[in-house]
């Protein structure tokens, strides 16, 4: 064979060879490219799924709701999500165009930020990041893949992104509005009216040093020998006294503009933390002592349900004759009724009576 054929078969091999590398090296790309976005509707769909469908199907799985944890904002927020991703994928998985690129940018960009508020919010690894980190991949492969000259049949053009803008905003918002209606955000604070506490004598029996009252529910057997009438203040149900020792128990019903955002299982506990109850206790005895100085606070069970108290000291007058006293509040949350028991005498005469005083608070027993 002559040495001129010899190179131009060789050439011609070479060619072929290097041709069909590139073809492979174009095809696989174009796989990689299409695969974001195959794995972005998938992740799409999940989002919609696992915001809708499955909070509903799996109701009463507590470890199940636990996992599912969402707010109507987080609800909304993964739909939105999971529609544009599931559009985005439709049109990456088409014939590569001159858009393409910008499709698996903005999958890279939505990927990553909510990769991150995921770990920031939850602590937790998400799915997202790996659609963050295989779209960082196909943006390295279009080097390698021929971008159609045609206009593709389903483009997203500007107009379409400003309704998918406004298709989130609204989503967004209404679930935005949703979880801050629930949390009480709307409620207006200042013209809330605490209801009266009924002291019906229809209400309570009076047996001896027992004292039952039946609408709320609760018993309590007051010192032998003790005086007992109805309180004095609006909130005041039940006191006993003698010779300067007294026993009050404060009856306050939840307003029902909180009553939808409160479970009825709930304590004092799940409502505010032991520091919270001792600032907000100790706001409401200085509007009435502004002299009163805490001593001490913790919290307690009565009836085996959890209660906060708080003991103070305050310079007291009544009928002519000051004092120094002691009081001690016992507060407790026992569906949608805030019951707070007040005890207290003279600050002489206080560690005296001390124990009875808490004899009679520990007989404090819910009937229903």
């Given at each position: 064979m002559p040495i001129g054929t010899k190179?131009?078969?060789n050439l011609f091999i070479n060619k072929n060879i290097m041709s069909e590398e590139t073809n492979q090296k174009t095809e696989k790309a174009t796989k990689h490219i299409k695969q974001v976005g195959t794995f972005s509707q998938i992740l799409g769909w999940w989002k919609i799924i696992a915001a809708t469908i499955l909070p509903v199907m799996l109701t009463g799985s507590s470890e199940l709701s636990e996992f599912l944890n969402y707010s109507y904002s987080d609800l909304s927020l993964n739909i939105v999500l999971g529609i544009i991703l599931i559009i985005l994928g439709s049109r990456i998985k088409k014939d590569i165009h001159k858009s393409t690129k910008k499709y698996v940018w903005v999958i890279l960009i939505l990927s990553g930020i909510f990769g991150f508020i995921n770990i920031a919010m939850g602590g937790k690894t998400s799915i997202m990041f790996l659609l963050f980190a295989y779209s960082i991949y196909a943006l390295t492969q279009f080097k390698h893949v021929?971008?159609?000259d045609e206009k593709p049949k389903y483009k997203i053009t500007g107009k379409?992104?400003?309704l998918l803008m406004v298709a989130f905003v609204l989503i967004f918002g209404a679930g935005l509005v949703i979880d801050l209606n629930q949390y009480g955000y709307f409620i207006d604070e200042?013209?809330?009216a605490l209801p009266d506490t009924d002291k019906n004598s229809d209400n309570y029996e009076q047996i001896g040093n027992l004292y039952r009252n039946n609408k709320y529910g609760f018993r309590i057997k007051f010192p032998e020998g003790w005086e007992q009438q109805d309180g004095d203040g609006p909130h005041v149900l039940r006191k006993a006294s003698k010779d300067g020792h007294s026993i009050n128990i404060l009856v306050q019903e939840l307003p029902k503009e909180y009553a939808s955002l409160i479970d009825e299982n709930m304590n004092v506990k799940d409502l505010y933390s032991?520091?919270?109850?001792k600032n907000t206790a100790y706001e409401g005895i200085?509007?009435?002592f502004k002299e009163a100085k805490v001593i001490d606070y913790g919290e307690i069970n009565i009836d085996n349900i959890p209660a906060y108290w708080i003991s103070y000291q305050t310079p007291y007058s009544t009928m002519g004759v000051s004092f120094e006293g002691i009081m001690i509040n016992y507060q407790i949350f026992h569906k949608n009724y805030f019951y707070t028991i007040t005890i207290g005498s003279s600050?002489?005469?206080f560690p005296s009576v001390e124990s009875t005083l808490k004899q009679s608070v520990s007989t404090f027993v819910f009937e229903k």
């Open positions: 190179i131009g078969a021929k971008i159609s379409k992104w400003v200042e013209n809330i032991l520091g919270e109850f200085t509007e009435k600050k002489d005469e």
